[in-house]
């Protein structure tokens, strides 16, 4: 079974930067391409950015379009998302995703995903 752990959420001022990252464990042929999406109270799920399971493809979602980074560590098991110019807009909660597929490039469909972490709560407040 495949387990996602989320970490690095917290309170940033707007115009900060955070790095979440997602560890996840479990059979590494289950784990292909990966998502990061969010959620706020009241909000649908809104994608985020996603990466393939080779690591070279990425997709980021247009809420966050040139404020974020995201990359994968094979080695620690591991994607990071690195956002940036945080607005009070951001604040949600963010949760990783994966998919036992592995594709030239990654869904931003939260349905394509298998497995969810728990989310990290982001906060942009002054």
């Known amino acids: 079974q495949v387990r996602l752990v989320e970490s690095g959420g917290g309170l940033v001022q707007p115009g900060g930067s955070l790095r979440l990252s997602c560890a996840y464990s479990?059979?590494?042929?289950?784990?292909?391409?990966m998502a990061w999406f969010r959620q706020a109270p009241g909000v649908e799920r809104q994608f985020v950015g996603a990466?393939?399971?080779?690591?070279?493809?990425?997709r980021t979602g247009d809420s966050m379009k040139g404020r974020i980074t995201i990359s994968r560590d094979h080695a620690k098991r591991t994607v990071s998302l690195q956002m940036n110019s945080l607005k009070a807009e951001d604040t949600a909660t963010y949760l990783c995703?994966?998919?036992?597929?592995?594709?030239?490039?990654?869904?931003?469909?939260?349905?394509?995903?298998?497995?969810w972490g728990q989310g990290t709560q982001v906060t942009v407040s002054s």
């Open positions: 995703a994966a998919d036992s597929r592995s594709t030239d490039v990654p869904s931003p469909v939260a349905t394509s995903y298998e497995y």
């Open positions: 990466i393939t399971s080779s690591g070279y493809g990425t």
């Open positions: 479990g059979p590494t042929v289950m784990v292909g391409d």
